[in-house]
Structures are given as structure tokens and as C-alpha cells.
């Protein structure tokens, strides 16, 4: 079974560029749920998507935005990037709504740099 | 919103001692899970309670929810060095999952 796949590893974007971020979840799972790692810190939710809709999302602005698409991978956009976005962004794949009692399993991250 | 909080932040521990962290949550949870994070890499399910007073264990980590579904603990018996890591609890009380802080280990040779 293959695991969550994130692309890229690495970002390195410019402050006010706009960065795009991937995510696959493992095959079966239709959830995909998304989180700032700031370096040394927790996660922050982002997002959550369930069978492509928003369900849910954290306290960021509207800059942070995503989608999920029919094949239940996702995308994290983020626009006019700011020096403080620097952190990973972990996207994690989870088997979907209705089943809340199975854990969720991360990808690598992405680690987006803001030069 | 629900709010998770753990203490402590960080721990230093000479190998061999014991480890505890904490984890409260603002609001009752239908589950609690945990997830251990190691340095340069990503979170990886340890374990989930869902019983009110549930015990759990693996090997030296032993894993409890509390009565009142709010609190829940994970004790490391005679840490080694690859116990290093964050390990962080993360509950859920609706729709959402929410991540604790997390409790970075240190442990010492």
C-alpha cells in the first residue's frame, strides 16, 4: 500500500509569490486534512477536505486556500506569501467521514522557505 | 473552539528515568489519539483510547484516557535514546481533529 505523498519536499518562493502545494492520501482514503509545522512548533490545522468538499478550516486567512479533487488528492495554495509562511506543511490522509476512531497517517511535508 | 493543551513543553531525561506528558482538553472527547514526531520527520500514529479510563499498552509506553474523557496521559518507562522525539495527543470532540502542542524529549546517553 502506498503511503501519503507530498510534493514538492522543498519550496523556495519569494515574499508575495504564490506557492502550490500536493498532496496524495492513501488509495481508499478520501479525507485529506493539512497543517503548518512553524520549525520547533506544533501543528496547526489548515484544512480539512472530505470527498471533495471543505468540511473545515483553521484560523488563517484567506490567502490559505485548497481544494480537493475527484481522485481525493489536494492541493494547498497559498497567496502573496509573507516571511512568517516559512514552516513544513503537512498533509495528512484519513479514511474519511463516519469513521472519526481511525487514525490519520502523514505524508513527508513540504518545506516551504520565504526568501 | 476546543482547545488541547501539554505539558510539559519540553523534558530532559537521563536514559533510563522515566517519562510522563499530559495532555487536557478544553471539552469532553470522543477520542484521544497520539502520535510520536522524530526529529526531520513526520507524525506517526502511536495509539488511540476511546473508553472512559481506558489503559493501553506498548511495550515501555503506557497510555491512559481519563474518566471524564478529558484527559489523558502517555508514561515512557526507562526512556532510551529512541524515544527521542515530540509526541504529541490529539483529540477529537466533533468533526475535527485537534493537536496538542506537543512535549519534545530529550534523552540523554
Known amino acids: 500500500e502506498a503511503g501519503v505523498t507530498q510534493s514538492p519536499t522543498h519550496l523556495i518562493k519569494t515574499r508575495g509569490q504564490q506557492a502550490t502545494l500536493r498532496c496524495s492520501p492513501i488509495s481508499g482514503h478520501t479525507s485529506v486534512y493539512w497543517y503548518q509545522q512553524a520549525l520547533g512548533l506544533g501543528l496547526q490545522f489548515l484544512l480539512w477536505y472530505d470527498e471533495g468538499e471543505e468540511r473545515n478550516r483553521g484560523n488563517f486567512p484567506p490567502r490559505f486556500s485548497g481544494r480537493q479533487f475527484p481522485n481525493y488528492s489536494s492541493e494547498l495554495n497559498v497567496n502573496a506569501l509573507e516571511l512568517e509562511d516559512s514552516a513544513l506543511y503537512l498533509c495528512?490522509?484519513?479514511?474519511?467521514?463516519?469513521?472519526?476512531?481511525?487514525?490519520?497517517?502523514f505524508g513527508d511535508g513540504t518545506r516551504l522557505s520565504i526568501l | 473552539g476546543q482547545q488541547v493543551m501539554q505539558i510539559p513543553q519540553y523534558q530532559h531525561v537521563q536514559e533510563g528515568e522515566d517519562f510522563t506528558t499530559y495532555c487536557n482538553s478544553s471539552t469532553t472527547l470522543s477520542n484521544i489519539q497520539w502520535y510520536k514526531q522524530r526529529p526531520g520527520g513526520h507524525p506517526v500514529f502511536l495509539i488511540q483510547l476511546v473508553k472512559s479510563g481506558e489503559v493501553k499498552k506498548q511495550k515501555r509506553l503506557t497510555f491512559q484516557f481519563g474518566e471524564a474523557k478529558k484527559n489523558s496521559s502517555l508514561h515512557i518507562t526507562a526512556t532510551q535514546t529512541t524515544d527521542v522525539g515530540t509526541y504529541f495527543c490529539a483529540g477529537r470532540g466533533g468533526q475535527n481533529f485537534v493537536f496538542g502542542p506537543g512535549t519534545r524529549l530529550s534523552v540523554l546517553p
Open positions: 495528512a490522509s484519513h479514511p474519511g467521514h463516519g469513521k472519526s476512531n481511525q487514525p490519520q497517517h
